[in-house]
């Protein structure tokens, strides 16, 4: 597992961040905070956290649409509904606070 990781060669980025075991972490991380510091964040997406709806937003699926709309309208950041098509995922996304709880 150490080989694996280090193939990923963090230690070659500008900061180094922070790598997390989502499941593991969830109670005591504060995924938006750390991202407001700019502090890379970097996780592992398991097939187990697709079935708890509170890691929606850690979703790669969901990630790459909001990378996409981000690009198509030309903009550093947008919101939920320029997110064609995943209404749904935003609706469920903010159900949840910085600690993944209702």
């Not at 997110?83 to 935003?90: A, N, P, T, V």
Request: glycine share 4%; charged share 20%.
């Amino acid at each position: 597992m150490v080989d694996y990781i280090d193939s990923f060669r963090l230690q070659s980025l500008r900061k180094q961040g922070v790598l997390v075991d989502v499941l593991q972490h969830y109670r005591t991380l504060n995924v938006r905070h750390l991202l407001a510091e700019n502090v890379p964040l970097y996780y592992f997406w398991m097939n187990e956290m697709g079935n708890h709806l509170c890691f929606m937003c850690l979703s790669p699926v969901v990630l790459q649409a909001y990378h996409d709309a981000c690009k198509v309208l030309d903009k550093a950041e947008v919101f939920g509904a320029d997110m064609i098509g995943f209404q749904d995922e935003i609706d469920v996304i903010k159900k949840y606070d910085n600690f993944f709880q209702l």
